[in-house]
């Protein structure tokens, strides 16, 4: 019997690929050799009886009776632990190879896995099946002397190890009793034995991910649930061109049988000034480096015009929305969707998260390279487009597919890109600047004070003359737009608390959408609710809130999309940046200062 599909799942990376693990040690989704690529092993999206062994890449256990799984501290790397009911074992490290070699990244399209005995005589067999063509095409397999070649369609694999390959190319059953290792990556001959070159990958890419996580400027505390944030948003960065991903997956239902089910593995410029954001707040100023290469490309091509809400990890602007029919979906429940037809929208808020996100670029003398005026006239140009569209319908950052409206949140972020022009315009002296986008900021601020509130919700509602709540307005005291005192501000998180919320949990916004009300609580919107409260002086509530928010995060401190709260198991797209974004911010708010310790 095949072990139900669930998002207790670990990832692995090394900014360039990525691979979600189960907790018996499965590969069950990978992509290569980009994030949002064709999948190797697809398991995931294909378990309406389970999880099948086609489309992944497990070793089991003879009478596999528990296991254990966590990740090294600080690091990316995995292990699995499996025992049968006799208490006999292995263990399974897992990771993607990253560190520095030769003055550059050495990050390739790898997945090492170690497989050692633990106690007694296991036996084991090991099931490697990639598959092709979404699952449809089963490789062509060739044997070499210590590897397997598989011919796919996107290219060729390789599988180098030190296993008897008789037993892993036909799956036997074999007494493990020494340590084995598997390299699967590019067609391409290893520089040394097999055990070495796992061993020397392993130790190095701790090394990088040590020396990496002790220079973050961590909050006093939840210390490892940082750390644990941060490397995941780290991973969710193609850092060969800088675009973040909003998630690594495509299709998992946002609730239950609801088709919910979207393509997450493209760079939103919303979500991506986010995962900046926080990881500008605990001193990770790389990320944001990287990601201002690939934003200054997206502005330059836009010529000052459209901007998309989001594009692909190569500057693709064309994302065409389509079925996998042949796959059954997550516990059977499709369809499975590839590209994201919010591409084709006109979201208005992505002008303010442009200059939000390069903002800090004009400000900090830490970086390699620092935004000069060049940089400013371009985002002027952004600027403009706010100023344009502030008042103008759109389908808000929620992505509505059949409806548009003035939305609140989007007026908002225009307002943040003509406050932040008319700060920037400071750093250079521009005084005739400063005063035009002061100017700007201030009317449209106007607006939304005006229009965006309703007397008789008490509250700032979703959009212009409307009536319905929604939690995106919670962000109006992050950005900087109120006083999170003014008492405006107070009566709509309390009128968001008492419509939208499940205890802890919230949900997006009370009215419905394409398919209907939300039943699942968006787990960005109830981190959001705690920076507001702690914003607002509710201070023992927010923490009260956080705990209950942390205890929901899976087995190894990882978050999807949403929560249903009934039944507290995670749903959505998977790791969700928003998500980890939540994480670190509200440790950081809510944190006791180091100095009451030390």
Known sequence: MNPPASLDVALIGNCAITALIDKR???VWCCMPRFDGEPIFHALLDSAQGLPQDGT???????????????????????????????EGIEITDFCPRFFTRDRAFRPAQIVRRVRPLIGHPRVRFVVRPRGDWGSSVPRTTRGSNHLRFELSSGTLRLNTNAPLTYVIDSTWFSLQRPVSLLLGPDETLPGGVEDIAREFEEQ????????????????????AVIRAAITLKLCQFEETGAIVAAM??????????????????????????VVRALNSLSEVGTMEDYLRWL?????????????????????????????????????????RVGNQAFEHFQYDVYGNIVLGASQAFFDHRLLRRADERDFAELEAMGEQAWRFHDQPDAGMWELRTRARVHT???LMCWAACDRLAKIGAVFGKADRVAHWRGRADIIRTKILEQGWNDKRQAFVESFGGKDLDASVLLMAEVGFIDPRDPRFVKTVEALEST?????????????????????AFNVCSFWR???????????????IFEALMAHRNHVGLLSEDLHVAKGELWGNFPQTYSMVGVINGAVRLSAPWDTMV
């Open 249 to 274: 997956t495509t299709s998992i239902p946002e609730a239950p049988n609801t088709e919910r089910n979207w393509d997450y593995r493209y760079c939103w410029l919303r979500d991506a000034f986010f």
């Open 205 to 224: 890419t701790a090394f990088y991910w040590l020396h990496w996580t002790r220079r973050l400027a961590l909050p006093l505390e939840w210390q490892d």
């Open 296 to 336: 200054n490309d997206v502005v330059r091509s836009s010529q000052g015009g459209h901007v998309q809400p989001l594009y692909g990890i190569g500057l693709e602007k064309t994302l065409t929305e389509s079925f996998v029919p042949h796959l059954s979906g997550y516990r059977g429940m499709g369809p499975v």
């Open 409 to 411: 949140s989007s007026s």
């Open 57 to 87: 890449l497990l070793v089991e256990l003879e009478g596999f009776a528990r296991s254990e799984q966590s990740y090294d501290p600080g690091t990316a790397i995995l292990r699995t632990r499996l025992y049968d009911a006799a208490g």
């Open 500 to 520: 939208l919320c499940d205890g802890p949990f919230m949900r997006r916004y009370e009215a419905p959408d394409d398919f209907g009300k939300p039943e699942v």
């Open 25 to 27: 040690g499965a590969v």
């Open 530 to 544: 705690i920076d507001a409260l702690a914003r607002i002086g509710r201070h023992a509530q927010a923490r009260e």
